[in-house]
C-alpha cells in the first residue's frame, strides 16, 4: 500500500532552516505529482508546495516564496522541502502528500503521519 513517511521537522530558531524529506513506496512514485502541507494548532491544514510528476512543474504558496523549496528524485522515491529562513508562524506539523495524477490539482489521494517543525522566536 501507499507509505509516505517525513522526516527533518525539529525546533529550530527563527532565520533558521531545516530540509524536511518525504519516503515514498507502494507505487510508482515517478508517476504522480506531490505536494507539502502544513497545518498549526486550531488552524486548517493549508498547502505548501506542489510539484508535477517529473519535477518541471512546480508551485509554493505566497507565505514560502523566496525562502521554501520543493524538489524531488525519482530515482529514489524522495520528496522533499527546503525551509529557509523560517519564522515562527512557520511552526506546524508538515504532511507529505500524493496526489491522483501527475498535475496538482485538487486534493491529494494520500498523507503522510506528519513532522513537526518548530520555530522559536
Known amino acids: 500500500q501507499v507509505q509516505l513517511v517525513e522526516s527533518g521537522g525539529g525546533l529550530v530558531q527563527a532565520g533558521g532552516s531545516l530540509r524536511l524529506s518525504c519516503a515514498a513506496s507502494?507505487?510508482?512514485?515517478?508517476?504522480?505529482?506531490m505536494g507539502w502541507f502544513r497545518q498549526a494548532p486550531d488552524k486548517a491544514r493549508e498547502p505548501v508546495a506542489a510539484i508535477s510528476w517529473r519535477g518541471g512543474i512546480f508551485a509554493v504558496e505566497s507565505f514560502g516564496e523566496g525562502r521554501f523549496t520543493i524538489s524531488r528524485d525519482n530515482a529514489n522515491n524522495m520528496l522533499y522541502l527546503q525551509m529557509n529562513n523560517l519564522k515562527p508562524e512557520d511552526t506546524a506539523v508538515y504532511y507529505c502528500?500524493?496526489?491522483?495524477?501527475?498535475?496538482?490539482?485538487?486534493?491529494?489521494?494520500?498523507w503522510g503521519q506528519g513532522t513537526q517543525v518548530t520555530v522559536s522566536s
Open positions: 507502494g507505487f510508482t512514485f515517478s508517476d504522480y505529482a
Open positions: 502528500a500524493k496526489y491522483s495524477g501527475i498535475s496538482y490539482g485538487g486534493s491529494p489521494q494520500n
